[in-house]
Each structure stands twice: as C-alpha cells, then as structure tokens.
C-alpha cells in the first residue's frame, strides 16, 4: 500500500491539467482516486504513471490521459445528470472517475473475474452509484436505457447498433473505433440521425463479442 498516494495522485492530476485536462471536476477525481488498488500489487509503484497497464486476461487499465480526455468530453456534451453507460469495466478506474463526475454510472463487463474484482473496489471507496452487471456489452444494458452518454472502453470495428438505439435523444456516445488504426468517434443522436465525428487517435484493447466467467 503506498502510503503517499494522495500526493502522486495529485501530481497525476497535474500532469493532466498540463497535457491539455481543464475540468476540474475531473481533475479533483484523478487526484481523489487511489489508482494503485486497481492494479496488482507487483505494478503497484507504476500506478499513478500516465500510461496503460496490464490488469491480466489480457486487458489493461486505461491510460489516465484518456480517462480523464473520455469523461471530460461527456461532460462537455451532456450533464452531469445524464445517466451513463459504460461498456468494458475491466478494473474499475474509468467507472470511478465516473461515479465522480456523474449522478448514476451502469457499467457493462465481459469478463465475470475481473467485474467482480471492480465491484469490491468501488464498495471499499463508497462508490455506491455504480450499478455493474457481467454480460456482453455488444447488447448494451436494454434495461436502463436510454442513456444520456455511452462510453466504450474497448475499440470494435464498427459502433454496435444496440448501443446507438439505446442512447437518449440528443445523448452522446463516445468509442474507440478501428481495427489496428484506431480513433476516438464521438456520436450525437437527433432524432433517427445519428451524427459522428472523428476525434484523435487512440489505442485500445478489442471489444469482443460474447461474455465468458
Ligand atoms: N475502463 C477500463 C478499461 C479496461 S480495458 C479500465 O480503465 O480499467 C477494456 C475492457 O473491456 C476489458 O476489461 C474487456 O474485458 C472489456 N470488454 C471487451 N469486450 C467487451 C464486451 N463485449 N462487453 C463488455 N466488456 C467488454
């Protein structure tokens, strides 16, 4: 357990603020959240780096630049009283920062292991405004929809429709989208429309279709 996690996660925040992270809500949950206990123990002193680290099965916790990048722009396209839908739990940080910025976080994992290992996370820091289930996240979470803003985690080839037919009028989503090249796509819907733009390239781990334990 590093004991001085409030100051690196501080400097992560400030690292943030001078790659381009102006909100400041964002900011406060980058520096708020303890980063070291979404990863294992072993990667512990790499935690509050500003890069992509294996959290095993072959998946990674997020870049903090990304995390924060995503969830600054959901709350420059929609409110914080939008309800989110978050695609890809993996370990849980991107939820966090989430819960942080967003009145209610329904989060979508397909790995039964690693949905349960984020659970327990987000319990031990009383972030109780997370709602998860482990399934395919392809099928988004029909249920609880529509949703105000949809965040996948993980880059398909194409936006699966079902996640589009669930956003809200005028909700955004926000993916990875690509094969090998791969770029950040922000959706807006208006009425049927569905209208996109191409944001910044990224590098994501795939999304893949069906849910395993
Ligand atoms: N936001 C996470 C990123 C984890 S990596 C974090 O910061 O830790 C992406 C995650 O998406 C992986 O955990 C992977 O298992 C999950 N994933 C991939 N395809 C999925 C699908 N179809 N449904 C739900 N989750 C999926």
């Not at 690292?15 to 809500?25: A, C, N, V």
């Amino acid at each position: 357990m590093l004991t001085n996690y409030r100051r690196s996660a501080h400097q992560l925040a400030q690292l943030l603020y001078e790659q381009g992270i102006r909100s400041q809500k964002v900011l406060d949950a980058i520096a708020l959240t303890p980063r070291h206990l979404f990863v294992d123990d072993v990667l512990q002193h790499k935690s509050y780096q500003n890069t992509a680290l294996p959290i095993g099965l072959g998946q990674t916790i997020s870049q903090p630049f990304m995390v924060a990048r995503m969830t600054e722009l959901l709350l420059q396209l929609t409110s914080p009283s939008a309800k989110i839908l978050e695609i890809g739990t993996g370990s849980g940080y991107q939820s966090a920062i989430l819960a942080q910025c967003f009145e209610h976080i329904y989060s979508v994992e397909r790995i039964k292991a690693l949905q349960w290992q984020a659970k327990s996370r987000l319990q031990k820091l009383d972030l109780f405004n997370v709602t998860m289930k482990h399934a395919d996240g392809w099928q988004g979470w029909q249920a609880n929809a529509p949703f105000g803003g949809i965040i996948v985690t993980a880059a398909a080839a194409e936006i699966p429709q079902a996640l589009l037919a669930q956003l809200d009028e005028d909700g955004i989503l926000l993916s990875p989208i690509g094969d090998r090249e791969q770029h950040l796509v922000a959706v807006k819907r208006q009425g049927d429309s569905f209208i996109s733009e191409k944001l910044e390239a990224v590098k994501f781990v795939p999304l893949v279709a069906g849910a395993i334990d």
